[in-house]
Structures are given as structure tokens and as C-alpha cells.
């Protein structure tokens, strides 16, 4: 494995294992503090219907507001989270956050279904369908309002307990994502078994589109592999006008990136979304 040093000091290894064991244990403690401080918070990324130009969904992704170390990006704590049993209270925690809010911008006008991330270890865990229903009847949120994203490593791996879990999701009538497709390891004959319903290149081929013909030849294939499975194709990381007029030109559903819109607070995704629709906002308080 080759190491890579992230902003927090703390050397991240590609499987997920940090270095230094006191500090991960740190990151650890304080991270079961920051669940019950409620610390965390979800930030809000627009996913853009490249046919019209309009929203279509809204991505959910976790930041820590660290008492210390400021705003820290997932990348920071989610490798921790993983290894130490946290990420199933961290994701329950997203997901009845993310469905609250997501009934609140309904409330406001927006009809957006909104996209939540789950890890690996959340397929892994036996019920894991049974406790997104349960969350979504807290919230009344209609399931078809909630997009689950998954790795494609995820899926790659022990893959028993996984295809049975995104099953029941579907059963449900959630969607389900295919996240950072084409740098994992899904075979094409694992999508077969799988009912998924969007698929997202990953930004690596798309911040290439327009200079690199390898990754226009393959993000042209996964265009058509997905449409011919029946799914939604949504492109990450588009940053630059060209790459957006490709991928449209392409036949791509939708895109998400800086280009479009960053991941925003709660307030300022409704704030720049105002025009057409209500002002009355829920009067709840946000960071
Ligand atoms: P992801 O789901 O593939 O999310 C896309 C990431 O790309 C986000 O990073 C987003 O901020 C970033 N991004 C968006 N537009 C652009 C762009 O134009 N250029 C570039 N270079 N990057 C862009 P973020 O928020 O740091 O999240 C990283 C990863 O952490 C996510 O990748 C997802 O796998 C994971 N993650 C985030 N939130 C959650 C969560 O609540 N639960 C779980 N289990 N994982 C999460
Ligand atoms: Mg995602
Ligand atoms: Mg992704
Ligand atoms: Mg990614």
C-alpha cells in the first residue's frame, strides 16, 4: 500500500487503516463524542439534469465540525469510522438527518429526492433494508424520495449479503446507485444480479473528457451499458464547460461538480435556489 498523508497529520492507507494507532484510536473516542454532540453535518450537492439544466436530486455528504480542527471532509473520519464500528450509528445518523431535510426543502417547494452515501460494512449488516424503512417512516418520506449510493467496491466483494440487502432496498422502492463506477470492481455479470438504478462515472474519466480519447471511449461505453440496463447515468466531478457540453453531446442524464454546484449548507441550497418558488421557509436553525 502506498501511503498518502491527508490534512489531519494522519498517514491513510488505500485499504482504509491509518498509521499511527494512538491518533486513529483518538480519532475514534472523539468521533463517538461527535455523534452524541451532534457535531457532524450533512452538506447538500445538486445533482443537474443536463436535458434542462434543472435539479434532480441532491447528494448528502457528511462534514465533522471539529471543536479543534475545523471542518473536516469525510476523508478525514470515515476510514476511522469504518474499522471501529461507528459507521453504522454515523450512518443511521446521516440518514434520518438527510430525510429530515429532505422533508423540509419538500416543505419549502423543492421536490428533490436526495442521495445518501452507505459504505460497505452498512450492506454487510443484516437488516440494514428493515432499518431504512423504519427511517423513512419516522420522516412519512415516500420512498422513491431516497437514492442509496453504494461503491462499486462494495458490491465487488462478499457480495451475498450485499445483492440481498440492495434487493430488499429496491423491494422497498428506494433507488440504488452505483457510486465511483469504473475505478472498482463489479463485474459486468454481478450488475446483472444487482437492480440498480443510476450508475456514476467517477471523476477520473470524467475531468478527462475533451483531451483523452481512453476515457471518452469508456465513459462512452458506460453511457450505453447503462442505458441498456434501464438506468439513470449520472457523471461526477464536472468541472469545466467542455467536459459538460461532452457529456451532454454524449447522451449523459445528468452531472454533478464544481462547474454546477458545490455541496452547499442546508440555507444557502434553498437560498440559491429561490425564483420560481416558495419563500416560506421551515424556520429551523442550521449551520
Ligand atoms: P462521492 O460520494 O463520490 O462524492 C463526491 C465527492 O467529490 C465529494 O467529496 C464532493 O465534494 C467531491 N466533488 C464534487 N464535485 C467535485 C468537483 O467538481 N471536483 C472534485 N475534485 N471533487 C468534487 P467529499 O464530500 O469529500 O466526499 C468524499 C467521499 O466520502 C464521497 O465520495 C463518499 O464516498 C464518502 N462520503 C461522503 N459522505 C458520506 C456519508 O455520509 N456516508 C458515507 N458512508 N460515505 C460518505
Ligand atoms: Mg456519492
Ligand atoms: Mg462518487
Ligand atoms: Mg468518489
Not at 170 to 188: C, I, K, P
Request: glycine share 8%.
Amino acid at each position: 500500500y502506498q501511503g498518502k498523508r491527508g490534512t489531519s497529520g494522519i498517514v491513510v492507507y488505500a485499504g482504509g487503516a491509518v498509521a499511527h494507532p494512538t491518533q486513529w484510536l483518538v480519532v475514534q473516542a472523539e468521533l463517538r463524542h461527535a455523534l452524541e454532540r451532534d457535531e457532524l453535518v450533512l452538506h447538500y450537492q445538486p445533482k443537474i439534469r443536463l436535458s434542462d439544466g434543472e435539479i434532480c436530486g441532491v447528494e448528502a455528504l457528511v462534514r465533522w465540525h471539529h471543536p479543534v480542527r475545523g471542518l473536516l471532509p469525510p476523508a478525514d473520519f470515515l476510514p476511522a469510522a469504518e474499522q471501529s464500528g461507528l459507521i453504522q450509528p454515523l450512518t443511521a445518523w446521516v440518514l434520518r438527518r438527510a430525510l429530515a431535510d429532505q422533508r423540509d426543502w419538500t416543505t419549502a417547494g423543492r421536490s428533490w429526492p436526495v442521495a445518501v452515501n452507505v459504505s460497505a460494512r452498512n450492506l454487510d449488516e443484516p437488516d440494514f433494508a428493515g432499518f431504512v424503512a423504519g427511517a423513512l417512516a419516522e420522516t412519512g418520506t415516500p420512498a422513491d424520495q431516497l437514492m442509496l449510493e453504494v461503491t462499486e467496491t462494495a458490491l465487488a466483494g462478499d457480495t451475498a449479503i450485499a445483492t440481498r440487502t440492495v434487493v430488499d432496498l429496491v423491494a422497498l422502492g428506494a433507488g440504488v446507485a452505483v457510486d465511483d463506477f469504473g475505478v472498482g470492481y463489479t463485474s459486468l455479470s454481478q450488475l446483472r444480479n444487482i437492480p440498480v438504478s443510476e450508475i456514476k462515472i467517477d471523476r477520473v474519466f470524467v475531468s478527462s473528457l475533451g483531451r483523452d480519447p481512453q476515457s471518452e471511449a469508456i465513459v462512452r461505453s458506460v453511457i450505453e451499458l447503462a442505458h441498456g440496463l434501464g438506468c439513470w447515468v449520472t457523471a461526477e466531478g464536472v468541472e469545466s464547460p467542455e467536459v459538460r457540453r461532452w457529456l451532454e453531446d454524449a447522451g449523459c442524464d445528468a452531472a454533478q461538480g464544481s462547474l454546477l454546484a458545490p455541496p452547499l449548507t442546508w440555507n444557502d441550497l434553498i437560498e440559491s435556489t429561490t425564483g420560481d418558488v416558495r419563500r416560506d421557509l421551515p424556520a429551523v436553525a442550521r449551520s
